[in-house]
């Protein structure tokens, strides 16, 4: 129980007197002899003997309602339904009657519904009146104890029914519905009991809540909603009751006369201490003197919003947002409650922050002016020194002030507990940045707080949201690294997490197996980057998952699950693009690409490549025979295979002088001069013949070159120069004089060398020689015998001709016939062309030189030999012992084997 004088005072209203409109600067009066009000739907209902309406403007209106007076007025705030009780006879019976105020009967409002308001015949008056805003219940009590209720539609008399619903022997001072859901009930307060009827249930059950009560006027019901309670105030207390309990009491001293719940606010009337007693129950006669206190209640935040004393008040009502006050000399003042705003100043300058606070949020104040209150406060507990206090306001503020405001006073003062708090506040609210997780985590390594940083990192992304790479940075920095391996495991930070177990830890296998849990795209990204740091430490590992990346690669546990597709489709990673992997350790490379060859035929060209060159580098450094006859059966095989570029193959096989591969690539690329060429280079002078022998077929040149090759050796090469020229000469591949020009740069050459090549082909010469002569003869005969015997046919048939060509024929006959008897001797003199032969015969040129291959040659040169026929003697004489022919013959024959 608190008292009253403990809570603080504040003036939260400011007190007016109502001016008339219409009368400039006098005060409003009200009507004489109010004995009702209300308030409700835009008016101040009055009642006397007419019942009035006020309205904002101050304008006045009336209607009579009962003859004599009316004593009872409520007004429904949700219906324009107005329900009053009042005398048209003297004598004790009140009459109820509904007003509906929207609709007019003769200008006064329509008056639905009149019954007496004592059930019976017993003569009592009505002390309270309560209607339920449903219009389905209304209750009312009187000073006998009783209390009637008319259930069903109040407003006619057709559908409600009315019983006594309680009974007793003390006045009724206050009756309130409650509705909680579809339970509705009625509280009922005399001057000895506080009880609570539940309508919603048949028969209804009784519960009696407390066994004192209150005077009349002086019970209320809080705002309408489920929690609503009753209020009753005694002279020391104020009790508030629920349904089925009494609920707080505060402890408001003095003597209370009229009780009113607005908004939050407990409104009580009081008697002035200093005044006279009054009369009792009922009576509405007061000394002129008498004063009122009026006191507005914040219960929730327990303080007194205002407080003033009165003349004789009638009656306090709330309309448009102010209480209106009614007093019995006819004045009317305003009670307007000041702004939040000007309320929270007020409260700032006594630096009352809670109060502030809580007065805030009863005034549902939004956030931002929430978040300024806590700023102020949070800056007033800074200032006292309050560091702790100051950092818990400071967090109400997160999402509306700037946290670089708070950061910067506790780094200042530095205070890391209170900032790792805040810090961590932002954190959980998701309202944190990189800046923010790194100093938070600076924090937590500076005061080493182990379990603090673990229970951070290891928190659930709905309890903390930070960046994840931010914090993984700061822990690696700190040396934290099992801190940063953790999360950057558990966000699937998969580069972090290797850098740190490859560079930091040295935990070469942890990381091998950590790629062989990823997904296929991210485990051949991160082989590529940490392959050759992996392959340095632990190369058997790696290979193997090379092996597996680049064949048919699925994930080994269960980190990329979420990815259906990894499991569903065949992945292989590109293996020569991991050949530089293996730069330092040719045995896993050599390992690793016999495994793709093998597993995978259609691997990249660069594997085969590679492969051979790795095999050709064992074979050439190989000692032992029998090894490395495997190992070149080995390089052969892989040059045999269609995967074996031929220009790289190539290079490779020169490079490391395989001998094999280089002449089965030449055959394979039909090099065939190159092979002939690689044989030449090595001077192997039987595989030089050997060659021409197997590719002269498809290149004839080859026999050319060869001769050249031998006719330029100094060495003794006569048996290979015949075995060439035999085939020349077979085959007739080259002009004689291209063959005798060719030996001619041979120094150790003779004519022997050539012999029999010249005197075969002499012989063939003078054997087509003679065939063409042969044939000339036969052709001139038959020609003749043809003319001749077409002249005869021609004379016999007697056939015309021209005098002058029978005469030129028998001329060119006879002359024909005179040609070929001629000598020698007779013979016209020979053209130029004969000259040389001749010279040749006349000079003795042959027989007298001692280099008779060079004039042989000579005489080739200029065309001898091609033009016999031309100087041969006259047609139809026979090569006889003295013809140029056979001298020419006799001369070369006698001097060839003389030199030889």
Known sequence: MAAFLQWRRFVFFDRETVKDPIENGKNFILPNGISACDSGRGHIVLGDILIWFLTRSLQLSSFQAYKLRVTHLFQLKQHSILVSVGQDEHGINPLVKVWNT??????????????????????TEVSCLSVHENLNFMAIGFTDGSVVLTKGDITRDRHSKTLTLHEGNSPVTGLAFRQAGKVTHLFVVNLEKVQCYTLSVKEYPRLELDTHGCALRCSALTDPSQDSQFIVAGNECVYLYQPDERGPCFAFDGHKILVHWHRGYLLLLTQDSKSPNKPGFGSKETSPTEKHVLTIYDLDNKFIAYSAAFDDIIDVLAEWGSFYILTRDGKMFVLQEKDTQTKLEMLFKKNLFVMAINLAKSQHLDKDGLSEIFRQYGDHLYVKGDHDGAIQQYIRTIGKLEPSYVIRKFLDAQRIHNLTAYLQALHRQSLANADHTTLLLNCYTKLKDSSKLEEFIKSSESEVHFDVEIAIKVLRQAGYHSHAVFLAEKHAHHEWYLKIQLEDLKNYQEALRYIGRLPFEQAETNMKHYGKTLMHHVPESTTVLLKKLCTDYQPSQDLADHDSLDRLAVNKANSEEFIPIFANNPRELHAFLEHMIKVEPFSPQGVYDT??????????????????????????????????VFDKALVLCQMHSFKEGVLYLYEKGKLYQQIMHYHMQNEEYSKVVEACKHYGNQEVCLWEQALGYFARKEEDCKAYISEVLQHIDLNNLMPPLLVVQTLAHNSTATLSVIKDYLINKLQRESQQIEEDERKIRQYREETANLLQSKIHRNLENCEDFPEDQVHNVQHRVPHLHAREQEGDGHATCPGPETRPARSLQQTGALRGSNDGFSVVADYFGRGVFNKLTLITDPPGAKAGPGSLEADLQRDLLIHTKRNV
């Open 102 to 123: 929207d609709k007019r009967d003769s200008g006064s409002p329509l008056c639905t519904r009149i019954f007496p308001a004592i059930p019976g015949n017993k003569p």
């Open 611 to 644: 492969l051979l060159e790795l095999r050709l580098q064992d074979w050439a450094h190989e000692q032992d025979p029998e090894k490395k006859e495997v190992l070149q059966r080995a390089a052969l095989s892989l040059l045999r295979s269609d995967n074996t």
